[in-house]
């Protein structure tokens, strides 16, 4: 019951003249009141709940926290091709006192400089591997976003397996009950033997325990759906009847294949071995020279004050004046020997370089296996749901036949039980199998790299409004 149903119920016998709070106790009625406080559970869409789960799941903003900063890296890097300029002061007493020389200098001056780097070919090869590695940061944000719809879907169509098994488990458990009584009665009036009630009381405590077994997990998922939306009592819509389960297209294994190649796995796999070539490159340029050049300009004022001996006697002085100074130059540097660093420092990358090469091409095996691998699975996830479609309604037949045989006694009551048992569990397993189609389509999708918050928008047009 539902906090508006509940203070409903609660509000329609208050005008009937307090009959109703007669009937409970003060602590039962302040039990129900606490009930009437609860939220009600939150309907939510496939697309709501996606949109929730991408403000608060936690794994997706440490994904987007880690990516995020690597533009501003790449920015810092790029500050290598741009001039460096600095300002200084300084401003100085100093005093100098000999038998011959009183000397007090007050000193005050300010310069501004600046160098610019025209030449240098590692410092290229670094800006390169910082823009590289934008790709790389994109790439692992965008697995980040898929996992999340895959995860997210898989928790949502949990729940709602869940819930179909339930009530798999709660009609299952009524026709028993059914059944049951029908043994009691026939037993009593003496058609029946006492083997037909224990058979059909056999399967009610097992039903029993189904239908327990069942809330518990339902109750597990729900719990396993609210963490990932960030929000409590969160109510799966189903699937709109009747249910219309989208093909996998394209039907050709080799074209999901082919769309590997764009995945963010090999994306990601492919600026990486980009990267280790880069620092190849810039070992080597270890072995280049570099150019730079260079600007000054300082002004500044000079203040002697004392005394000098001249002649038998000291004689005052006092002087004072500005000065400027400018400089401006070109700078090459070159390596002659560093003791075999740059040598072995090429031969490290090399072999860097070369784990980077194989680690780009177990990732596009790897990323194609998987997408062979989900195609087929969710082709013959499709063929099962055709099969169960099919099982159903043969197994409805079956048990309005068996039950008519029964009637008129060419059937036993444990072949209408086997008969039951068999179309609930089809009907269970055929609803599981519809939402493992849809989880077997994403999967696909993230497999060939593929995959976006659109299919999500297209996924949330099969369920009922």
Do not use: C
Request: no cysteine; net charge positive.
């Amino acid at each position: 019951m539902t906090a508006q149903r509940l203070r409903s119920s609660l509000s329609r016998p208050a005008r009937e003249g307090g009959r109703f709070m007669r009937r409970f106790t003060p602590v039962a009625l302040s039990a129900l009141l606490a009930l009437a406080a609860l939220p009600a559970a939150q309907g939510k869409s496939l697309l709501e709940s996606y949109e929730g789960a991408h403000g608060s799941d936690a794994n997706y903003h440490a994904a987007r926290a880690l990516a995020e900063p690597a533009q501003y890296r790449a920015d810092q890097v790029h500050a290598l091709r741009r001039p460096n300029v600095g300002l200084s002061a300084t401003a100085g007493r100093s005093t100098n006192e000999t038998p011959v020389q009183d000397l007090t200098s007050n000193a005050v001056s300010a310069g501004i400089s600046a160098t610019q780097s025209i030449f240098n070919r590692a410092n290229d090869k670094t800006i390169a591997q910082a823009d590289t590695a934008l790709a790389v940061a994109r790439a692992e944000l965008q697995i980040a976003e898929q996992d999340l719809i895959v995860r997210l879907s898989q928790a949502y169509f949990d729940v709602l397996a869940a819930q179909d098994t339930l009530g798999a488990a709660n009609a299952t458990k009524s026709a028993i009950s059914e059944q049951l009584a029908s043994a009691k009665r026939n037993f009593e009036v003496g058609t029946a033997t006492i083997t037909d009630t224990r058979e059909a009381q056999a399967r009610f405590d097992l039903a029993t325990a189904q239908v327990i077994a069942a809330e518990n997990d339902l109750r597990i998922k729900r719990i396993a759906l609210d963490q990932q939306v960030g929000r409590t009592g969160i109510e799966p819509q189903p699937l709109a009847v009747p249910v219309a389960l989208p093909p996998v297209q394209p039907a050709n294994v080799d074209a999901w294949v082919a769309q590997t190649e764009d995945s963010p796995q090999v994306r990601r796999a492919r600026a990486a071995y980009e990267i280790a070539k880069l620092e190849t490159e810039k070992a080597q340029a270890g072995r280049l020279p570099t150019v730079d050049v260079s600007a000054s300009y300082a002004r500044g004022r000079l203040s002697n004050d004392g005394s000098s001996l001249a002649g038998g006697a000291r004689a005052p002085f006092d002087y004072s004046g500005g000065s400027g100074t400018s400089n401006i130059g070109i700078t090459l540097r070159m390596p002659l020997y560093a003791g075999h660093a740059i040598r072995n420092r090429v031969k490290e990358t090399l072999l860097l370089e070369e784990q980077s090469r194989n680690n780009l091409e177990a990732a596009r095996r790897g990323t194609a296996q998987a997408t062979r691998q989900v195609f087929f699975t969710a082709q013959s996830v499709q063929a099962q749901v055709m099969a169960l479609e099919a099982a159903e309604s043969s197994s409805q037949l079956a048990l309005e036949a068996t039950q008519t045989g029964y009637r008129v006694g060419v059937r036993v009551n444990l072949d209408v039980l086997n008969a039951q048992t068999q179309l609930f569990s089809t009907r269970r397993d055929l609803a599981r199998a519809r939402y493992d189609v849809l989880l077997a389509n994403l999967r696909l999708e993230q497999a060939a790299g593929t995959l976006t918050p659109e299919d999500v928008v297209q996924l949330n047009q099969l369920l009922a409004r």
